[in-house]
């Protein structure tokens, strides 16, 4: 489509260069180097708060099913600024963005990982045998499943079962840690 090209002049005037409009908003990658799974840091923050020593009931079988864990992924601070700036725009009746609202593609163009760093994460978590269950059209966040012995492996978090309330839970008894490389791109994991 003609509307998606953007015209740059070369050395010669009678030359132009066609690039379509999709590369030039692409996103950069965020992930770098390596996914190590041996060099960890913590990821802090991701403790239940009804998840406690007075209720702790030991160990969750290894082989208990985690059907839904998801890791979220933090924006850059410039699209964090991005964000803040189209909302406030679109709020605002003077703009031009005023309900001009994004499609989820357009906004993981904007705002999401790249694809490349999405397929890097997805490999990293079939490495360590989770099943993705699915990627989010926003590239905001990946979903996955797995039992306790593979988050225990992949996360270095030990899963236990908690009384609460009169009802049986799972938790993660510990703060669980990311390959580092991914530090600067994952902000939470639920579903632990």
């Known amino acids: 489509d003609h509307r998606d090209l953007h015209f740059f002049p070369t050395r010669r005037s009678s030359d132009l260069l066609l690039i379509p409009l999709s590369t030039l908003l692409a996103q950069a990658d965020r992930v770098a180097g390596r996914i190590d799974p041996r060099q960890t840091v913590v990821l802090k923050g991701n403790l239940n708060p009804r998840a406690k020593a007075s209720s702790d009931l030991g160990p969750a079988d290894p082989l208990l099913k985690l059907p839904a864990i998801t890791v979220i992924f933090r924006p850059a601070p410039a699209q964090q600024a991005a964000i803040e700036q189209l909302l406030s725009e679109q709020r605002d009746p003077a703009s031009p963005n005023y309900h001009k609202w994004l499609t989820p593609e357009q906004y993981a163009d904007r705002f999401g990982l ?20 699915q990627v989010a059209r926003s590239r905001q966040w990946i979903r996955f499943s797995g039992n306790a012995g593979q988050v225990e492996n992949g996360f270095h978090t030990a899963i236990h079962r908690y009384q609460v309330e009169g009802e ?4 993660n008894a510990a703060e669980p840690s990311i390959p580092a490389a991914l530090e600067p791109v994952v902000l939470a994991i639920r579903g632990l």
């Open 114 to 133: 790249s694809p490349s760093d999405i397929s890097r994460i997805v490999a990293w978590l079939q490495a360590e045998e989770f099943k993705v269950e």
């Open 168 to 171: 049986l839970h799972f938790a």
